[in-house]
Structures are given as C-alpha cells and as structure tokens.
C-alpha cells in the first residue's frame, strides 16, 4: 500500500549529502478499494500505511513495525 525510498535516518552518517530527497509513495487505487467506499475506512488505512513507511524512515525495519504495530493495535485492515 505504501513504499519508503531513501536512507533511514538511522543509517546517515555524517557526510550524508548529495542524495535525493526521501520518499514515500502512497497506492491511491489499491487503498480505495480495499476501503470499499467507506471514507473512514480509507482514512483508518491512510493513517496505517503512512505510520508504517515513516517508520521505516525513522529506521525501523519490517519486524520491528510489526511488532510496533501489534502492540498499538496498528494496522488491523491490511
């Protein structure tokens, strides 16, 4: 539903320079379907999926979002 591009913060050193800006890329069509319609839905799925790429540019990898997310009650849709 979502994708981070870049250098974690965790993994810049101190001659980090010269690089593209991150990026997150959302996945309108897929997150509007999964939704059904529901705006709340959609809503709730923007939150997840948002939480979670920022997290991996926060230097988070999969296992620890997850982790993260089950504890919070994160990402319960997809």
């Known amino acids: 539903m979502g994708l981070y591009e870049g250098v974690p913060k965790t993994g810049r050193g101190i001659n980090y320079s ?11 069509k897929p997150m509007e ?11 709730e799925l923007v939150y ?10 926060l230097g988070f990898d999969e296992p620890e979002l997850r982790a993260l997310e089950a504890k919070k009650k994160i990402r319960k849709k997809i």
């Open 33 to 43: 379907e999964l939704a059904g319609g529901n705006e709340k839905k959609l809503k």
């Open 18 to 28: 010269g690089v593209l800006p991150d990026k997150i890329t959302i996945f309108q």
């Open 48 to 57: 997840e999926v948002v939480w979670h790429e920022v997290g991996h540019h």
